[in-house]
C-alpha cells in the first residue's frame, strides 16, 4: 500500500503550481515560527526572580530547531519544484511525515487528557486539539500533492529518457551481412 496519488492540487491548480504554493506557505509559516522561537528563547525562560528556566530553554531551542529544519526542507521543495528536482522532494515528505505523526499524537494525547479531566480550561484545550488535528489533516494532504508532484517529476524524466533511447540506437552493419 502506497501514498494516493492525485492529478491536481485542491481540484483546480497543476502540482507544480500547488507544489510551489505548499513550498511557500511553508517557508512563510517556518520562518515565522523560528523568529517566534527564537524570541522565545532570547526573553522567555527568563523568570520572575531573573532566573533562567533549563525547562523552558530546552523546550524553546528544541521547537526552533524544528523549524529551522522544516524552513531548510521548505526552500529544498522550493528548487525541486523550479528546478524539477524530484529527489529534493524527499526531505520535505519525511520532515513533514514525521511532524504530522507527532501532531496526530499529541491531538490524541489530547483528546484522551481531556476525556479523563474535568477542569477550567477545557475550551482551550479543546480549541488546541482542534487547530493541531486541523493542521495534521492539511498536512496529510499537502504531503499527497507533493509526493504526487515527485511521481509525475520521475515518470516525465523516465518517460523522456525512453524516447531518447531511440536515437540513440544505431545498428552496426556488418560487411558478411547481406543488406
Known amino acids: ?6 492529478k491536481n492540487c485542491c481540484c483546480c491548480a497543476s502540482l ?3 507544489t ?9 509559516w517556518s520562518l515565522l515560527e523560528l523568529t517566534g522561537y527564537s524570541l522565545l ?4 525562560p527568563i ?11 530546552a523546550l524553546y531551542i528544541a521547537a526552533a530547531v524544528v523549524s529551522g529544519v522544516t524552513l531548510l526542507c521548505s526552500i529544498l521543495l522550493i528548487v525541486a519544484a523550479y528546478k524539477k528536482l524530484a529527489f529534493l522532494t524527499l526531505p520535505w515528505t519525511i520532515v513533514n511525515g514525521i511532524m504530522t505523526a507527532a501532531f496526530f499524537l499529541m491531538c490524541l494525547t489530547g483528546i484522551s487528557l ?13 480549541i488546541f486539539i482542534v487547530i493541531h488535528l486541523t493542521r495534521a489533516c492539511i498536512s496529510v494532504y499537502c504531503i499527497i500533492v507533493v509526493h504526487s508532484r515527485h511521481k509525475q517529476i520521475m515518470y516525465d524524466e523516465d518517460e523522456q529518457r525512453f524516447q531518447q533511447s531511440a536515437k540513440m540506437y544505431q545498428p552496426i552493419w556488418m560487411r558478411d551481412q547481406p543488406i
Open 1 to 6: 500500500m502506497g501514498v494516493p496519488m492525485v
Open 16 to 18: 507544480h503550481t500547488g
Open 20 to 28: 510551489l504554493i505548499i513550498g511557500y506557505l511553508y517557508t512563510v
Open 41 to 44: 528563547v532570547t526573553l522567555a
Open 47 to 57: 523568570g520572575r526572580n531573573g532566573t533562567v528556566s533549563q525547562h523552558r530553554l
Open 114 to 126: 481531556i476525556l479523563q479531566d474535568t477542569g477550567e480550561m477545557l475550551e482551550v484545550e479543546i
